[in-house]
């Protein structure tokens, strides 16, 4: 049983969408409340050590550590176009971890909250006899006049699009495990990703209502929009934005189960260019058109003139 | 170093209070923010198999822990005169752990969270090679009108008094790890504890401003309202609402680490009668006059006409 097929059997627990709440998770990346102060959105990510991260892989650091919790929290925000406001953090922590550690983690975590306006409203402390669990939840909200940016909602011939570049924390995180010497940008996409939080708000300014992150692998976020809108989807893998500067460039299985926290987005191509132009302008960070969604279902790699299906899965925590 | 050492020496990378953001834990048992809506409640907290729980306790099923869960969370939002609005779960389950276990402690946290109109809005799923671990954040919302209740802001002279009845949550544990049959509503009250949600909102309706929970014991908590404006309190042991049916009353010591979920509140003598006189009325529940705050510092006991300067630390898991 995969953690989304657990999920799934858990559904009938979980309140359905209705009233005040207008996004209930597991559907999105996030819940979403209808408040009088505007659309709320709230998220939580948990890492655990041994799963999500390894103190032993070089260049890891509990700074580090603690930006990365916030980021792929931030990241969930960002996915549905809200502006962080603010984080509760509940760390377990083992017996034998230094007092020094923690104060790392956390100047790690007050750091990003910063960047990013996110405020440490408050924390919670517990012992474990186990690995290291950290967990935040944050909130942030939806600009006035604009709605949350949804997995669902999405037609064909809309183009998708990704932020930035692909594959690169799958590389870093092979050459950790193999204990090769990493480059520095693999080893910074995996260890201190940077959290697409204005380049959502630009998605959700410019008309997109349809995006995710792709944390959980880019094939994988693609079939999240096309198939519950009963739509395929064809990538087209000379368009994807590879970064093939030195050796070992990603392939297409690295892309699957690269930890990129990168934004995907669906929608008509005139929004897509405006989103895309804006990016560039504001933020220097491409949006890159990668295929398009289809009446056609599956979810498909166009290759030197030829189309494959794809396995979807992407690196998932169950197998 | 303590567990509120570790939280005092990250202080300097949590938010303080300031603009929207009224209070910030861990002052309180939770944040609180100003919005348009409202004044809003947030309250994050962990439970750790082997630390807060352990599945070989007699009468321990996954249903009761999905309820208290929900149920330590809700009395921190108790504390702070909150209404329940939604709940985020992020659990970390062991591969060993049977997929009915996780049905059964959603069943009860679904359960809880209806019982107090809580939406459980969201979950989260991570693996683990090691103990369960289980962390909920709730929201809720201050009555429009009211303002939250909070440890600070007592005054000497006035009174202090808990909800319902102390002990049994402590002899519930002692008899557990003795492996002794223990009396049911000690079990009641250490595996399944009534957040006391209705009696919270009684306390601030009726003009109560300081309050708090008592789960980290009695003691200490009297000691984090008196403490920061400087007074001392006097507890007269004869008053304590203790349930001295059958045999094994609790003892003091058993009241400064029993994780009672009642709520202890400070004020003028007639607003405590008014809130007293409410919830016998609305809840049945005791509201009882357990001691005083005094200019004289200290936290002390009055015992057969005698003051003892008694230990404040309650139950605390790092030692």
């Not at 709230?42 to 550590?65: A, K, Q």
């Not at 931030?74 to 017996?95: E, V």
């Not at 983690?105 to 919670?124: K, P």
């Not at 000379?238 to 987005?265: Q, T, V, Y």
Request: aromatic share 4%.
């Amino acid at each position: 049983v995969g953690e989304q097929g657990i999920l799934r059997s858990l559904r009938p627990y979980l309140s359905r969408a209705g009233g005040d709440l207008i996004v209930a998770a597991p559907d999105d990346d996030a819940a979403v409340w209808r408040t009088r102060a505007g659309l709320q959105v709230s998220t939580v990510d948990t890492m655990v050590e041994g799963i999500d991260f390894r103190p032993s892989w070089p260049g890891f650091h509990f700074r580090l550590l603690g930006r990365r919790l916030m980021a792929i929290n931030l990241s969930d925000l960002a996915a549905m176009g809200a502006q962080p406001r603010d984080a509760l953090i509940s760390l377990c922590l083992p017996p034998t971890l230094p007092l020094e550690s923690v104060r790392d983690l956390y100047r790690g975590i007050a750091e990003q909250g910063r960047r990013f306006g996110c405020a440490i409203a408050g924390g919670d402390i517990s012992a474990i006899e186990g690995p290291l669990v950290l967990t935040a939840v944050l909130t942030g909200m939806i600009p006035a006049g604009r709605r949350p940016l949804r997995r669902s909602g999405a037609r064909a011939g809309w183009q998708i699009a990704v932020t930035g570049t692909l594959g690169n924390a799958a590389l870093g995180l092979r050459a950790l495990e193999r204990h090769q010497v990493p480059q520095r940008r693999w080893v910074k996409a995996l260890l201190d990703p940077e959290p697409r939080v204005q380049a959502g708000l630009i998605l959700s300014a410019s008309g997109v209502s349809v995006a995710g992150d792709i944390s959980d692998g880019l094939f994988r976020e693609v079939a999240r929009i096309a198939q519950p809108v009963r739509l395929g989807a064809v990538i087209d893998v000379a368009a994807l934005p590879i970064d093939r500067r030195g050796k070992g460039a990603p392939g297409l299985a690295d892309l699957g189960r690269s930890e990129d926290f990168e934004l995907i987005c669906a929608a008509p191509p005139h929004r897509v260019l405006a989103a895309a132009a804006r990016m560039r302008r504001d933020l220097r960070l491409p949006l890159t058109v990668i295929g398009r969604l289809t009446l056609k279902s599956g979810i498909r790699i166009m290759e030197q003139g030829k189309e494959h299906q794809v396995d979807v899965l992407g690196y998932q925590h169950f197998h």
